[in-house]
Structure formats: structure tokens, C-alpha cells
């Protein structure tokens, strides 16, 4: 976890977190399993606070039942593409914005998707300490090219460094499935943004995120056992052993006798009329 800030240590509590993490994987299990991607739920919640200073005012109680306002969600493949939890949740809540029009007008160019999560600095105010909670922990790298997930959370504070995604929360870290030594926390650290890790949902969180990985290898092993498109029965490589030829009958096996008796058989006079004599 990244070192606490003490104007800001009274925060929600463990259970506040874990209920929006139950959330966030409830969401995962929408997503299709399929064996490029990991299924993450995300939940994007304001924690609203009456300090001036942006400080948040809770108790911190354990018992305290959740008081946060959620303002979006996502969850892996949502959205058409091959797009994140992280990344459909920011995407939906800035389309549901009043500024929404004015910031898709400018991220017509290059860098659409970094000026849109920008814009929604102007509505993700300090006061509404906003957290950002996620199963896995957000992409450092996307093998696609496309912009990571702890980008688009940073860009929601620039030109608001008090405002934006206050703070990330997650259930597991991501294995290296994919990528290996994920740099995402020391991004958030680089940035600025508070981060932590929440145990307990561990087990859960990553059987629903490689749920289409065991699927494909369970299929695969299916094919080729003989049940898949892969696979080959016994029929198919069995060789039909070849057929023998129907006995013919040659010129030289007829003995004198028969010989000299179809010679003696009258002749069909249709075919002497169509004899011809070769040697003229």
C-alpha cells in the first residue's frame, strides 16, 4: 500500500471495501470467459466529504454499513472491443456526464481516450472522493498497444492533482498470465495516487478472473482426445485394407477342347456382317 496520508487516514473502512470488492466480482462473472483475458470487475464509488480540504470526514467505524454513492461499473469485455473493467467503467461514467459532449469533442484526435478520462477531473471533485475499486489490480501494460488501465486512472487527475480517482482498491494482484512484473502500482506510486490491497477475496477474485483458461485447456485436452476439431477417432486413422481384384479369365488358360468347341458354335451373322478383312 502506498504510505497513508494522515489528513486523510480516517477513510472507509475494511468492510466498506470489501463490499464494494464483492461488487466488483459479482460484475467480473458477467464477462465471458475466454482465454486472452482476465474476467475483473470494477466499481467506481464517491465516498462524499464536507471538509474543504477534501479531507474525508468518516468514522471508520467496522460496522458501519457502506455510505458511499456509486457512480459507475464496468467489467471486462463490456463494452464492444476488447476493452477492460477499469477502462468501461471511466468510459461509461464520462458518457454519462454533463460534460460528456464537451469532452468527446475534444478527444476527436490523437489521444481520444487520455483527454476524455481527463475530462473527468472537472466532475470527480475533491469533495467527492472518488475511489475506484477493482478485483485485479489495474493494467501496467496492454499487449494490444492499447492504453493501460492505471493511465487512464491518472489522467483523471491532471490538471485536478486533489481530484480525479482519490484512491484504488483491489483484491488481488495480477498474475503474470500475461505480463510479467506488472510496473502498475509504481506507475500509481510515480503519480501520486494512493493505492491498496485488500486480502480476503483473493481465491474468488482469481478463479472468476482465469475462468476461460481452464475452459480452453479443458477443450483442448477434449480435442485431442478424439472429441474436439483437433482430435482424431479411430475411424479416421484406420486404413481400409485394399480389395482384391474378381478373378479374370485369360486367352491362354482355355484348354484345346474348349477352344475347339467355341469354334464350332455357330456364328451371330449380325457380327460377320461387321468383320472386316485387315489384310486388303
Given at each position: 500500500m502506498s504510505p497513508p496520508d494522515p489528513a486523510r487516514d480516517a477513510g472507509p473502512s475494511t468492510s466498506t471495501h470489501l463490499h464494494y470488492?464483492?461488487?466488483?466480482?459479482?460484475?467480473?462473472?458477467?464477462?465471458?470467459?475466454?482465454?486472452?483475458?482476465?474476467?475483473?470487475?470494477?466499481?467506481?464509488?464517491?465516498f462524499p466529504t464536507t471538509d474543504s480540504s477534501g479531507a474525508h470526514t468518516g468514522t471508520g467505524n467496522e460496522d458501519a454499513p457502506p455510505t458511499g454513492e456509486v457512480l459507475s461499473t464496468g467489467y471486462t469485455l463490456e463494452l464492444e472491443g476488447n476493452t477492460h473493467a477499469e477502462q468501461n467503467a471511466l468510459t461509461k461514467l464520462a458518457r454519462g456526464s454533463e460534460n460528456s459532449e464537451q469532452t468527446q469533442e475534444r478527444g476527436q484526435g490523437q489521444g481520444k481516450e487520455q483527454?476524455?478520462?481527463?475530462?473527468?477531473g472537472a466532475l470527480l471533485t475533491p469533495r467527492r472522493n472518488v475511489h475506484l475499486y477493482t478485483t485485479l489490480e489495474p493494467c501496467g501494460l496492454r499487449l494490444s498497444g492499447a492504453t493501460p488501465c492505471v493511465q487512464r486512472i491518472i489522467?483523471?487527475?491532471?490538471?485536478?492533482?486533489?481530484?480525479?480517482?482519490?484512491?484504488v482498491i483491489f483484491g488481488a494482484r495480477e498474475?503474470?498470465?500475461?505480463?510479467?512484473?506488472?510496473?502498475?502500482?509504481?506507475?500509481l506510486d510515480d503519480a501520486g495516487v494512493p493505492w491498496e490491497h485488500v486480502g480476503g477475496l483473493e481465491a474468488d477474485i482469481l478463479?472468476?478472473?482465469?475462468?476461460?483458461?481452464?475452459?480452453?485447456?479443458?477443450?483442448?485436452?477434449?480435442?485431442?482426445?478424439?472429441?474436439?476439431s483437433r482430435g482424431t477417432t479411430a475411424a479416421a486413422n484406420t486404413i481400409a485394407p485394399a480389395s482384391t481384384p474378381a478373378p479374370q479369365?485369360?486367352?491362354?488358360?482355355?484348354?484345346?477342347?474348349?477352344?475347339?468347341?467355341?469354334?464350332q458354335q455357330p456364328r451371330n451373322p449380325k457380327k460377320r456382317m461387321m468383320e472386316v478383312d485387315l489384310s486388303r
Open positions: 470488492l464483492r461488487q466488483a466480482v459479482s460484475l467480473a462473472r458477467l464477462s465471458p470467459p475466454k482465454p486472452t483475458n482476465f474476467r475483473v470487475g470494477c466499481v467506481i464509488v464517491s483527454e476524455q478520462n481527463a475530462g473527468l489522467a483523471t487527475r491532471h490538471g485536478n492533482p486533489e481530484g480525479g480517482i482519490r484512491k498474475p503474470g498470465t500475461f505480463v510479467q512484473d506488472s510496473q502498475a502500482l509504481r506507475n478463479a472468476v478472473a482465469k475462468e476461460g483458461h481452464h475452459n480452453a485447456s479443458a477443450s483442448e485436452r477434449a480435442g485431442a482426445g478424439g472429441g474436439g479369365t485369360r486367352i491362354d488358360d482355355i484348354s484345346p477342347e474348349e477352344r475347339k468347341r467355341q469354334e
